[in-house]
DNA sequence: ACAGTCCCCTGGTAGC
DNA sequence: TGCTACCAGGGGACTG
């Protein structure tokens, strides 16, 4: 499933194949993709076409391209969010319809420039592929982002409710440290809560909780400064890593973006991993930790209990 | 304010 | 073989 990382790789993909290009068409395959769009399919397809791609921008698995608006007064972005199986493909319109292709956009040649710059003509088409139609596309109105204070940048109206992600500057390990101990609850619910820092699934939740040697249930609010830090740091090194893997494909001539970038596959050492030994318990020579599931919110958690104990002095 | 549950979906898999 | 049941999970809505 696609997290904070691959998002960021198909934000770049977009950023490459179809920014600067402008909507002269816009299919709706299939009207539950845009189930958070109110105004419905016409409206969608309305206020979409003609219109400019920008430089598509990124807040936690939130995706948005701002469009141009020399006419409209109030700026607007198509967002996009990938829920658990979406993925941007920009490719021709010779193309087979995927099995799952739910909203195509018929894109406009690059600037000339651009384009001789690229040395080729980009595929014509982007597409919206989903199969569990977790995810959608919407139109949002473009508004002054007052969680960062960084009053240049606009983002979607509706994505204000979430905070800044890990990869944001505005976070930082006291900024961190402030979000976690105003919440009365356990520490994987509060990194789950994208109202207090957006980005984080179950998988980087539990990897990262792992790195840093925390128990899920840990009480957020007595987290110290120092584990605060410790797991924005895990957050951040768990998603750079990712992000390393997954975008080593964007230079394809599509935007890469199905969930399984090759990090999955070689570098989990908690999530998904139950009953097997715990890799720096091994390490470290003592009686390594056997990874451990439980149910926890509706969802499964992994975790070592040598290395992330149940904490003994009732920071509960 | 927080916890719990349900829902939206499809496809893979386990069990009968 | 084919049926049913369940699981995976982001995020929002709703209830307790």
Partial sequence: MPELPEVEV?????????????????????????RRYAEGPAAFRDQLTGRT????????????????????????ALVIHLGMSGQVLVENDDAPAEKH???????????????????????????????RIFGGMHLSPLIP??????SQRLIPQSATHIAPDPLEPAVTGEWMFTALR??????KRALLDQTVISGV????????L????????????????????????ALQEVMAAALEAGGTSFDALYVNVN??????????????????????????????????????????????????PRPRNGRW
């Fill in 210 to 233: 792992w790195r840093a040697r925390m128990h899920y249930a840990r009480r957020a609010e007595t987290v110290t400064r120092a584990e605060a830090a410790r797991l924005l740091t």
């Fill in 101 to 131: 292709l739910k909203i195509t956009l018929a894109l406009g040649d690059k600037p000339q420039a651009e384009a001789a710059e690229q040395g080729h003509a980009p595929p014509n088409q982007l597409r919206f592929v989903d199969q």
């Fill in 53 to 76: 791609l920008g430089a598509p921008q990124r807040r936690g698995k939130f995706l948005w391209i701002p469009l141009a608006s020399e006419h409209t007064p109030q700026p607007t």
């Fill in 201 to 208: 699934g179950n998988i980087y939740a539990d990897e990262a």
């Fill in 145 to 150: 982002d007052v969680v960062t204070r960084t």
């Fill in 10 to 34: 198909v934000r770049r993909g977009v950023d490459r194949w179809a920014a600067h290009r402008t909507v002269e068409e816009v299919t709706v395959h299939d009207e539950r993709s845009l």
């Fill in 182 to 187: 105003r919440r009365r609850t356990g520490i």
């Fill in 259 to 308: 969930g399984a970038s090759g990090y999955f596959d070689r570098s989990l050492q908690a999530y998904g991993q139950a009953g097997r030994e715990c890799s720096r318990c091994a390490v470290a020579g003592r009686s390594a930790g056997v990874i451990q599931r439980a149910r926890f919110m509706g969802r499964s958690s992994y975790w070592c209990p040598v290395c992330q």
